[in-house]
């Protein structure tokens, strides 16, 4: 119930594409979604987050669609760059569940 | 402080030690978390604290962790007896409140590791 699965576990895309992770969830009671980005050596930085009540959101180059139905979720990066080359986790919370619960992490490489 | 401090950034410890971690919250955040990050892999829940509420100490992988809090301050994440299994980053992050929809910061880590 409180699991949140994420894939792919890795990425390589080149500079310009569009790479796109994807995560699912069980426990309905679930109702906020965030991002995290995460650079060697650094702690995670929340990047975007969304709410049941939207489909999507956007900022800047980042786009989370949510799929309430489905309990799905993913994060698309717009014209990516090399400087997007990170780990990106999804999270959720909601409910009784009052940490985030993390996803196993995306490795993304944007070649140059 | 401007962010999460934790302390210290890279431990190298004997097998059967015990070691303490130490993390400072952003002033005037109320919630703590503790997370273990193992090499390549998610974030793994561990405790949490709000206010002088009773901690969640539901995600503790075993006896040997203990956490302990003062007031809304530091906090201190315990190994006792330490196992090699117990080598990943221990990363410790706070919010304003707990509850969702609040953003949550972490700091750089603890880099443990036991030999």
Known sequence: QQQVKQSPQSLIVQKGGIPIINCAYENTAFDYFPWYQQFPGKGPALLIAIRPDVSEKKEGRFTISFNKSAKQFSLHIMDSQPGDSATYFCAANGGSARQLTFGSGTQLTVLP | ?115
């Open chain 2, 1 to 115: 402080g401007a962010g999460v401090s934790q302390s210290p950034s890279n431990k190298v410890t004997e097998k059967g030690k015990d070691v303490e971690l130490r993390c400072d919250p952003i002033s005037g955040h109320t919630a703590l978390y503790w997370y273990r990050q193992r090499l390549g892999q998610g974030l793994e829940f561990l405790i949490y604290f709000q206010g002088n509420s009773a901690p969640d100490k539901s995600g503790l992988p075993s006896d040997r962790f203990s956490a302990e809090r003062t007031g809304e301050s530091v906090s201190t994440l315990t190994i006792q007896r330490t196992q090699q299994e117990d080598s990943a980053v221990y990363l410790c992050a706070s919010s304003l409140v707990t509850g969702t929809g609040n953003t949550i910061y972490f700091g750089e880590g603890s880099w443990l590791t036991v030999v």
